[in-house]
């Protein structure tokens, strides 16, 4: 069973057209959710990290915020560098890899001009 | 640029050989990972260590999966007798504290 599901898959937007990436997580005992951008070939680019219900953290054109069963990020106007794989993360505090992050599929984003 | 490196890149071997990676974290960082990622999947995480300290281990990470950090600073993952099944990008990442991790661009490793 999967603890970390984000969604959808794969989304294409164009410039400017602004929409939301979700990621729900099953484990319990989060202490932190995170968000990662990875480009083809490259490793991870960390973007934010979460801790609590209620938060919300924001870079350019990302925010993300985090509920007691999923988390969003939002792009709003995006641009055609924006386009990259969406990664998100858990970690908990039971269960294997206590301090290894729990990674989603991601979600594959492109922007078109 | 992360500041953690990664060597080689790309590595392709022929099934049956053994391979070794290294990994230079961002310097003072303490914990160090290493993780498996294959095509549209996310990273899968193997092992980790503070310091010296192997802490953690997953059960991805068989009998054929040895990783060392020997003075707590590079780590090398060496892998024996690979399969096929191994082909993956291998990613390790350091982190300061309990928190975020920074990961390296990968090492791609292709089986024969």
């Known amino acids: 069973e999967d603890q970390v599901t984000q969604s959808p898959e794969a989304l294409r937007l164009q410039e400017g057209e602004s929409s939301s990436l979700n990621c729900s997580y099953t484990?319990?005992?989060?202490?932190?959710l995170f968000w990662y951008r990875q480009d083809p070939g490259k490793g991870p680019e960390f973007l934010f990290t979460?801790?609590?219900a209620g938060e919300e953290k924001e870079k350019e054109r990302l925010k993300a915020t985090l509920t007691k069963k999923e988390s969003f990020l939002h792009i709003t106007a995006p641009k055609p560098e924006d386009s990259a794989t969406y990664l998100c993360?858990?970690?908990?505090?039971?269960?294997?890899?206590?301090?290894?992050?729990?990674f989603g599929k991601g979600t594959h984003l492109i922007i078109q001009p | 640029d992360t500041g953690v490196s990664q060597d080689p890149r790309h590595k392709i071997t022929k099934r049956g050989q053994n391979v070794t990676f290294r990994c230079d974290p961002i310097?003072?960082?303490?914990?160090l990972y290493w993780y498996r990622q294959t095509l549209g999947q996310g990273p899968e995480f193997l092992t980790y260590?503070?310091?010296?300290?192997?802490?953690?281990k997953s059960r991805l990470l068989s009998d054929r999966f040895s990783a060392e950090r020997p003075k707590g600073s590079f780590s090398t993952l060496e892998i024996q007798r690979t399969e096929q099944g191994d082909s993956a990008m291998y990613l390790c990442?350091?982190?300061?504290?309990?928190?975020?991790?920074?990961f390296g661009p990968g090492t791609r490793l292709t089986v024969t």
């Open positions: 484990v319990s005992g989060l202490r932190g």
């Open positions: 260590f503070q310091n010296e300290a192997q802490l953690e």
């Open positions: 990442a350091s982190s300061p504290v309990k928190d975020e991790q920074y």
């Open positions: 979460l801790y609590s």
């Open positions: 310097s003072e960082h303490n914990r």
């Open positions: 993360a858990v970690q908990y505090s039971t269960g294997g890899g206590a301090d290894g992050l729990t």
